[in-house]
């Protein structure tokens, strides 16, 4: 029994597709649903002689529709290439057989960065996850950004499937590679002691290095950060220019404490995220305004 998200997924990557659409493509994709699964390497090859890598630009109504899909999928980011060989793999029948899985998994050590990209993110879509968790701790180990985040960002893969050691591991390097915290999906459901620990452990380090602190950092500690977290944040008020602490109040709201946050005397270009903070709105979305 296939998952429940499988057609509409397919239905949804056919829409984005549409304006792409001709006749060779056309063509081409009724072909590939009668590849044998000895055939899905070649296949997915030769779809870049029909799709190019340039952003697929779906409208922020099409992401929620993929959101309502597959809580945590987020196409914003695909492109062309990818959202096609996305549809050639779904597309297939026989993906939660026994044998499509062994097939998925043999392409990895033979795909290209770009092929590679695209069996991460299809991970999100396939279903029985689980069988493919030593793969995707593969791809987070990686130093090409555009191959960790694959895995890690905008997908509920890692959130659902990743066993503890390898979430935390995932976390960490993000902050290594410049991976944005706030689009990994689950982020908050799997916040921990442990994780916290870890992060205010590099934030040490950072700081006895004469190193900044990236901004995502403050997203690992929640209500887990305890008095050495607040006394970290606050040092970190201290140390920022105004106008840079946008995270800090945003993760003292996040720690709960709101009445430290009302004590804070910031530049106005600080006071919109102190007001957020104090008003809850400190989810990790909030993270993406710090960006622009």
Request: one cysteine or more; hydrophobic letters at 45%; aromatic letters at 10%.
């Amino acid at each position: 029994m296939t998952a429940p998200w499988i057609e509409p997924a397919r239905a949804w990557l056919r829409m984005a597709l549409q304006p792409y659409w001709n006749d060779p493509l056309l063509a081409f994709v009724r072909e590939a649903q009668t590849v044998p699964l000895g055939g899905l390497g070649p296949l997915l090859s030769k779809a870049s002689r029909f799709a190019r890598s340039r952003p697929l630009e779906p409208s922020p109504e099409a992401c929620c529709k993929a959101s309502g899909i597959r809580p945590g999928w987020n196409p914003e980011r695909l492109q062309v290439l990818e959202a096609l060989r996305l549809l050639l793999l779904v597309e297939r029948e026989d993906l939660a057989s026994p044998e499509f899985g062994a097939a998925f998994l043999g392409l990895f050590p033979f795909a290209d960065e770009g092929e590679a990209r695209a069996l991460y993110k299809a991970l999100a879509l396939i279903p029985d996850g689980e069988r493919f968790a030593w793969q995707a701790g593969e791809g987070l180990r990686t130093n090409v950004t555009g191959i960790f985040e694959a895995v890690a960002c905008d997908s509920p893969y890692p959130a659902q499937y990743l066993p503890e050691v390898a979430w935390r591991s995932l976390c960490v390097k993000a902050l290594f590679v410049g991976a944005p915290l706030w689009r990994v999906y689950g982020l908050d459901q799997r916040l921990s002691p442990d994780l916290a620990r870890v992060a205010l452990d590099l934030v040490e380090e950072r700081r006895s290095a004469g190193r900044p602190i990236p901004a995502n950092l403050w997203l690992l500690l929640g209500t887990h950060g305890g008095e050495r977290g607040i006394a970290s944040l606050m040092a970190e008020w201290r140390a920022l220019a105004p106008g840079q602490r946008g995270a800090v109040a945003l993760a003292l709201g996040r720690a709960g404490e709101a009445d430290a946050l009302q004590k804070l005397v910031g530049d106005p270009a600080d006071q919109p995220f102190i007001e957020r903070a104090l008003a809850g709105q400190f989810d990790p979305f909030q993270w993406r305004a710090l960006e622009a």
